[in-house]
């Protein structure tokens, strides 16, 4: 094939690329103060790292591809279509990632954008109205449409929160991406292959500054190009000329490692209360380097789990087999899950949700007795806490009471509520309640929520302050005392092992 040579000469232009620009953008970014600083909470490195990387990823990137089509016209006019909508959408992308890693940005606000960059890539995507699932197509129709933005956002996303130590997102980018081009060999979409094979090489430039100990972060810039790229490229590789449709099964396959780990962050943080773009030390890196501990080691854990999803992707592809692609695939998480490497704690949740559902309705002694309570992070016994506030509570004529323990940086995450469920039910059409919201801090560190409501009509404000007061210490005096022992066994373990 003539272009080989092209490709591999603009590969490694984006490797060189990508490294030495790596090192100037991490001197304009100290400069500039575009860095993440620590906070003790989620960002626990030790120094201010500089961030925004993405933009260096994004320019090597655009360099090697205009290279390419210099060196090869014919290989150009293959990628010309593609790489102007990428490349002009990608750049948006790379902008407001840019912002939020300078100046952050609401939730909201960035969910905003990522819906308008998603829609502009699925405007070029007219021609696709159908998808191929176990060798049976279905025609969306108009449905496409929304269908396609919510994948491109929801992989945006799961990059997103993916980034959460060094290396992590250029890791399982880079495969993603040698997996996507080889999707395109065997599609014959060569122009999309030798993006997807430029954007690895980009990253793997990159990653010199990039790994363990990272010198320089690709910040939400970065993650959220390599999502966007992603779910772009997984869109066209994964498409059958023929028919117009897209292949299911094989773009879930190699998306299917951070999209369950979103997915599963959301059942997480849904479940106590929480907003879905808040931090936790839940994700799968996080797990993994709880086992295997911090940088490679870490990052080789993640090749293991995410090589054998890109490997079923293409061979499910090659041989045209949707059946034996999601068997593999679904063994692979299921053994994921059952280790507990990936989502088997929110595994749990969901089953005692649905558990203490029907506890509610056909077993209301049980519930009173204990409410309902999660722990899917950390070996504190907060259940003994939960018991003490819920018994002391429920004696002095409380209605509702909810304890969200979040202490990210010590490994911790337990959320649980009672609620009395015969005033509930009275209570709804009635505004007859008095409701106190209190941030738990120890040592000016935020480390959880406790919220108390209670009946207006059989309890004063004062008396109900009162127990509000007694709960928050009595909550307190047991997380500063839990936070001491944990300290003492951790250094007593790390002394033994000396």
Request: overall charge positive; charged content about 20%.
């Amino acid at each position: 094939m003539q272009s080989v040579p092209a490709v591999l000469v603009s590969a490694l232009f984006a490797v060189v690329a990508a490294r030495f620009g790596g090192e100037i953008f991490r001197r304009i970014a100290l400069k500039i103060r575009l860095v993440d600083k620590p906070d003790a909470v989620r960002k626990l490195q030790s120094d201010a790292i500089p961030v925004g990387g993405g933009a260096v990823v994004f320019l090597a990137f655009l360099g090697a591809s205009v290279l390419t089509a210099l060196l090869n016209a014919s290989l150009g006019e293959q990628m010309l279509t593609l790489l102007v909508s990428f490349a002009t959408v990608g750049a948006f992308v790379v902008g407001f990632g840019l912002i939020d890693d300078k100046k952050g940005m609401n939730g909201l606000v960035k969910l905003f954008l990522q819906i308008v960059a998603a829609s502009v890539v699925v405007v070029f995507a007219k021609d696709y109205s159908k998808i191929e699932l176990f060798g049976r197509e279905f025609e969306l129709g108009h449905l496409f449409y929304p269908l396609a933005i919510l994948w491109l956002v929801g992989i945006m996303n799961a990059f997103n929160f993916l980034d959460g130590a060094d290396g992590v997102v250029a890791t399982i980018g880079f495969f993603s991406f040698v997996a996507i081009g080889a999707l395109g060999v065997v599609n014959e979409y060569w122009g999309a292959a030798t993006l997807a094979f430029l954007l690895a090489a980009s990253l793997l430039g990159f990653f010199g500054c990039n790994r363990p100990p990272a010198r320089l972060y690709l910040g939400d810039a970065g993650s959220l190009f390599v999502g966007f790229s992603i779910g772009v490229l997984l869109l066209r590789v994964c498409s059958i000329r023929s028919t117009a449709s897209l292949q299911v099964v094989p773009a879930l396959c190699v998306a299917l490692v951070p999209l369950a780990d979103a997915f599963f962050a959301i059942v997480r943080r849904l479940n106590s209360g929480r907003s879905i773009f808040s931090p936790d030390r839940g994700h799968v890196h996080h797990r993994l380097q709880r086992r295997f501990g911090k940088g490679y080691p870490l990052l080789g854990a993640l090749t293991m789990i995410q090589v054998p999803f890109c490997l079923t992707s293409v061979a499910g592809v090659y041989w045209r087999d949707d059946y034996v692609a999601a068997l593999i695939a679904s063994s692979l998480l299921l053994l994921f899950v059952t280790s507990g490497v990936l989502g088997r704690a929110e595994t749990r949740i969901l089953f005692y949700r649905t558990k203490y559902l029907v506890i509610k309705r056909f077993r209301r002694a049980k519930y009173d007795a204990r409410g309902e309570f999660f722990h899917p992070l950390g070996t504190i016994r907060w259940v003994d806490l939960w018991r003490e506030t819920l018994e002391a509570a429920r004696s002095s004529s409380c209605v509702s009471v909810y304890l969200d323990v979040d202490m990210p940086f010590a490994n911790e995450d337990f959320y649980s509520e009672w609620n009395n469920l015969d005033w509930t039910r009275k209570a709804r059409s009635t505004r007859n309640k008095l409701k106190f919201n209190i941030p738990l801090t120890v040592e000016g560190r935020f480390v959880g929520r406790l919220s108390l409501k209670f009946d207006a009509e059989r309890v004063s404000f004062a008396d109900a302050a009162a127990v509000v007061d007694q709960t928050r210490n009595r909550c307190l005096t047991f997380i500063e005392t839990a936070l001491k022992e944990s300290v003492a066994q951790t250094r007593e373990t790390a002394f033994s092992n000396v």
